[in-house]
């Protein structure tokens, strides 16, 4: 018997009880659809987490002050780091392409009769925008000059200028910080919400000697935290190692003393995160995965059922000259058929499913979009999956079947 006679006699046969296939299918189905969905909302938070840090900054190494002890108790912060720190930094590690200063503010930015008081209001460096990878929109960046003479400039996000300017020029305009006029001679380009949902675009950068002699009335040489940025990706470690040996070296930090600062590789964190993101997923999708195996079982469970009721029609076709290879693979091709068909539904499902549910969550979240991504991976390898479902859970009833006595067969009631 060829194949195409066997495979039309089990679609005639499954068609004869099509409720009953298809509530068959529906473990199968319910499964499929899972571990797409759950596979390809995984990855999507991935990508999610790496492009926030990818957002962050060109391969951004975090260098911040140190905790005070005092008995063992943690209480705060040394005003460790300094300009002079990161300027070494920038200078002497080969692989840091640069390196900014951070010193954080707070107040209210008004411009005539407007007043916002920005999320961020932080004096930075030269270099902040080639770490951060952010570009200027309109005007430009303050210069080395500006920050040497601590001269009452600024660059403006794109939502300060919204609340501000509405649709008006800022560039040439004035705004007053604590009273004190800054001019405004740029627009950074719109980023948009973060993860966690907060405007980056709603920053106010000025250079640190500014806020620290205009606005903080200050002239210690502390910054609160540093951003550098290695060569290439490749190069975060050596470029972590150089700056903390450099570091301990400027500090006088002998072997085995606790260092007064803190190097954190963005890198690394990001790749944590993934880990994490990469474990929930495929922890999700092993307990969707579940209810293939309890698809499987309904699978074999209908076939066995089904053998019993075609005892007879068994024993009619082995008299008349079928083998048992025949009746063997007539009831596999149907097992493998509810397996299929279940899985070609699965799949459409968690795929239709996966993008609802990624437009629901970003319709439903004030942070950054989720990247709408399909797993065709996971769609694939579901999909054979089931087709070996049918295989391993349809094997003993047409095995079952294969072995019946065509004689007792025949006397089947």
């Not at 199968?28 to 938070?45: C, E, Y």
């Not at 407007?114 to 570009?135: E, F, K, S, T």
């Not at 200027?136 to 001269?151: Q, V, Y």
Request: aromatic fraction near 6%; hydrophobic fraction near 50%.
């Amino acid at each position: 018997m060829t194949f195409t006679n066997i495979l039309r006699i089990a679609i005639a046969a499954l068609g004869k009880n099509k409720l009953r296939a298809g509530l068959t299918i529906l473990g199968v189905v319910i499964g499929i659809a899972a571990v797409t969905a759950m596979v390809s909302i995984g990855t999507s938070a991935s990508e999610l987490v790496q492009g926030e840090f990818k957002n962050l900054g060109t391969n951004v190494i975090v260098i911040s002050p140190g905790s005070r002890q005092a008995r063992g108790a943690r209480t705060g912060q040394t005003p460790s780091l300094t300009v002079t720190d990161v300027m070494a930094i920038a200078r002497e590690c080969p692989s840091v392409l640069a390196a900014s200063p951070l010193v954080g503010a707070v107040g209210q930015v008004i411009s005539g009769n407007n007043n916002w008081r920005p999320r961020d209001l932080v004096g930075v460096g030269a270099d902040y925008l080639l770490v951060r990878n952010w570009q200027i929109d309109s005007g430009s960046f303050f210069t080395e000059g500006d920050i040497n003479n601590a001269n009452k400039v600024c660059v403006v996000g794109a939502t300060v200028v919204k609340k501000l300017f509405q649709t008006a020029n800022p560039i040439g305009q004035n705004v007053r910080i604590k009273n004190i006029p800054f001019e405004i001679v740029g627009v950074l380009v719109s980023k948009g919400a973060n993860i966690v949902g907060d405007d980056q675009d709603d920053v106010v950068l000025m250079p640190f000697t500014t806020v620290r002699k205009r606005l903080q009335g200050s002239n210690f040489n502390n910054v609160d935290v540093a951003l550098a940025s290695a060569r290439s990706t490749e190069l975060m470690t050596v470029a972590q190692q150089e700056i903390e040996s450099l570091m301990m070296d400027r500090h006088r930090i002998s072997m085995g003393q606790p260092p007064d600062f803190q190097v954190a590789n963005t890198t690394e964190i990001a790749s944590a995160f993934g880990i994490v993101t990469g474990t929930l997923t495929a922890m999700l999708a092993s307990i969707a995965g579940i209810s293939l195996v309890v698809g499987g079982v309904g699978i074999m469970n209908i076939m066995l059922v089904s053998v019993t009721e075609r005892t007879r029609e068994i024993g009619i076709r082995m008299a008349v000259g079928a083998r048992p290879q025949d009746i063997l693979m007539q009831f596999l091709v149907e097992a493998m058929l509810l397996s299929v068909v279940g899985g070609i539904v699965g799949v459409t499902l968690g795929i239709l499913g996966s993008v609802g549910l990624t437009m629901a969550i970003n319709a439903l979240s004030s942070g950054r979009d989720w990247p709408i991504i399909v797993n065709y991976w996971a769609a694939l390898i579901s999909l054979i999956f089931s087709a070996c479902v049918g295989i391993g859970f349809g094997f003993y009833p047409a095995w079952r079947a294969s072995k019946l006595d065509p004689i007792d067969a025949l006397r089947y009631e």
